[in-house]
């Protein structure tokens, strides 16, 4: 069964300091990979996807993403944070498979310090 | 792109009542659709998601289904509410048999009182 793992509940990062947030994937074959965003009492917002070719994958905000299939990694990273970033943030996976279930991590709250 | 209703965005429900979210979709035919629930500190837990009228996956045993009517309409439903049916669900949508994102609703904060 496909899982994902984020395994830091909750970032603080000063404004303007870099940002790395941490995903981990469970999935026997190359998976569909998604990084969304939340603020709160909202719906969820795509930062950038993965499905294949390039492992280092440009996103919306400013935001990047490597996957790294020796690891079974796919985190996402911003050179620079801005106060707005502060939200939480979801890695998901997708199987392959035309019954297509997505499945996502249990979320990283990020919080940015003035 | 796809455009997600869902509603009613608050809703407050005595334990034992019964329980209707409607979530449809807009901009695209033969979608994936799915209903997660999200609590505090626990992410997005998938409840059930469907590939097309009337087919329904279920991922958690729970007080809960689900059901496809229309293409476009994806209902989850409880006969008797518990209260740890309380959480925010979250309708999301994909486009059936292509590599895609899926889109999501502004979600239904659910209260069990």
């Known amino acids: 069964a496909q899982s994902v793992t984020q395994p830091d509940i909750h970032i603080t990062v000063s404004e303007g300091a870099s940002l790395e947030l941490r995903c981990n994937y469970s999935?026997?074959?190359?998976?569909?990979l998604f990084w969304y965003v939340q603020s709160p009492g909202q719906g969820l917002q795509l930062l950038l996807k993965?499905?294949?070719?390039?492992?280092l994958v440009q996103g919306i905000k400013g935001f990047e993403a490597e996957f790294k299939r020796s690891q079974s990694s796919f985190n996402l990273r911003k050179p620079s944070v801005h106060w707005s970033d502060a939200a939480e943030y979801f890695c998901?996976?997708?199987?392959?498979?035309?019954?297509?279930?997505?499945?996502f991590g249990t979320g990283t709250r990020l919080q940015v310090t003035l | 792109s796809q455009t997600i209703h869902q509603w009613p965005a608050t809703l407050v429900q005595p334990v034992g009542s019964p329980l209707s979210l409607e979530c449809t979709v807009e901009?695209?035919?033969?979608?994936?659709l799915y209903w997660y629930r999200q609590a505090a500190g626990r992410g997005l837990q998938l409840l059930f998601y469907?590939?097309?009228?009337?087919?329904i996956s279920s991922e958690v045993p729970q007080n809960l289904s689900a059901s496809r009517p229309q293409d476009r309409q994806f209902i989850l439903s409880s006969k008797k509410l518990l209260l740890s049916d309380s959480g925010f669900y979250l309708c999301?949508?994909?486009?059936?048999?292509?590599?895609?994102?899926?889109?999501f609703g502004q979600g239904t904060r659910l209260t069990v009182v």
């Open positions: 998901a996976v997708a199987n392959t498979g035309t019954a297509s279930k997505l499945t």
């Open positions: 999935y026997g074959a190359t998976p569909y």
């Open positions: 901009g695209t035919s033969n979608p994936n």
């Open positions: 993965y499905f294949s070719g390039d492992t």
């Open positions: 999301a949508c994909r486009r059936g048999f292509m590599n895609t994102e899926a889109f």
């Open positions: 469907s590939v097309g009228i009337g087919q």
